[in-house]
């Protein structure tokens, strides 16, 4: 049984109150017949299963293992320059740049980087082309291009990888508080902006007044991110151009995720359509929950069937979905199909 459907535990529950209280417009009655025969047993469960699915009864039986579904939908990439995701950080005015460009190899970890003179598609696509053809033995353009919904990346950069890379597939997020889908470039700039701030901290602290450089600093930065071992013991640079014989760290699955794979990973994806229950974050009413709160939506119908990128040596890539209105992305884990 999934985890997000309902458990054979709280079903026998609600079949064993049923089955106590009796009594008129219950169905009680019905449902002893249908279980004293062992038989029809497995077929009861099964219809009373689909029933609930449909009432709120059922929802409130209903769980989401959120930190399980929020797991499986990572990035399981080993194939160098496979995927890479992009985005810009923004920082202090340094002569003619205020931001910059960062892109980084999904399954190595390796990162560059080109100064931004502002946060235009043109300037983005001049910095990304730079950066493609700065070392043809490190970051080469990928196969997919994973970036967020930023004007930055509309238009003239859209152009480019189009007209310049035609192999490769520019894949913007669907909804702008998806943070997933470029979440190794943003990972990316919350380290390089942390080295960066700490030698600008230094160099006031040393030389007195506000420094605000960080252009002649950016490549240092860089190259130090990209010597940093990975955890085993290989680091993103050698792994890229092939040296030492350094492989692509794996990436280590939780007993949980495990069998949800296996569960789940031959089966049909859901189909566009098809009813389901999304989890809520917070009441309707706002404030916090209570215990008996229904943490789950009224059936919903899901309006979009993503395929996920395909490896051939990736361990697990779950379809995603988008339910209702909402352009958020769910995975199978996060969904309580209503039968």
């Not at 009861?44 to 499986?72: H, P, T, Y």
């Amino acid at each position: 049984m999934a985890d997000s459907d309902i458990s054979d535990a709280a079903l026998e529950r609600a079949l064993g109150r049923i089955w106590r209280e009796g009594g008129a417009g219950t169905g009680a009655s019905g449902l002893q017949k249908m279980l004293k025969s062992d038989t029809r047993r497995k077929v009861a469960i099964d219809r009373i299963r689909k029933w609930l699915s449909r009432r709120e009864v059922g929802a409130r039986l209903s769980r989401v293992n959120m930190r399980l579904a929020d797991s499986l939908r990572t990035f399981d990439v080993r194939t160098p320059n496979a995927l890479h995701h992009a985005d810009t950080l923004t920082m202090p005015q340094d002569g003619a740049s205020r931001s910059m460009l960062v892109v980084r190899d999904v399954a190595t970890r390796f990162t560059d980087a080109e100064p931004l003179a502002d946060k235009t598609a043109r300037e983005a696509a001049i910095a990304l082309e730079k950066i493609y053809s700065r070392n043809p033995r490190r970051l080469k353009p990928p196969r997919v291009l994973n970036v967020d919904r930023g004007t930055e990346f509309a238009g003239d950069f859209a152009n480019v990888i189009a007209n310049n890379y035609p192999r490769t597939e520019l894949r913007v997020a669907k909804d702008t508080g998806d943070h997933k889908h470029a979440s190794a470039a943003e990972a990316a700039n919350r380290t390089i902006a942390r080295r960066l701030f700490a030698y600008q901290h230094e160099a006031e602290q040393a030389r007195g007044g506000v420094n605000r450089a960080w252009k002649t600093r950016l490549r240092t930065v860089l190259n130090r991110m990209n010597r940093t071992e990975n955890e085993d013991g290989h680091q993103p640079e050698d792994i890229l151009t092939g040296r030492k014989n350094a492989t692509v760290s794996v990436k280590k699955l939780s007993a949980a995720a495990r069998k949800w794979i296996a569960n789940e990973r031959d089966k049909a994806p859901l189909k566009q359509g098809q009813m389901v229950r999304v989890p809520l974050f917070r009441p309707a009413d706002g404030g916090r929950w209570r215990a008996t709160d229904l943490r789950l939506s009224s059936p919903r119908r899901i309006t979009g069937v993503f395929a996920p990128i395909q490896h051939a040596d990736a361990a697990y890539a779950p379809w995603e979905y988008t339910v209702g209105d909402s352009s958020r992305l769910w995975t199978r884990a996060h969904l309580v199909v209503v039968e």
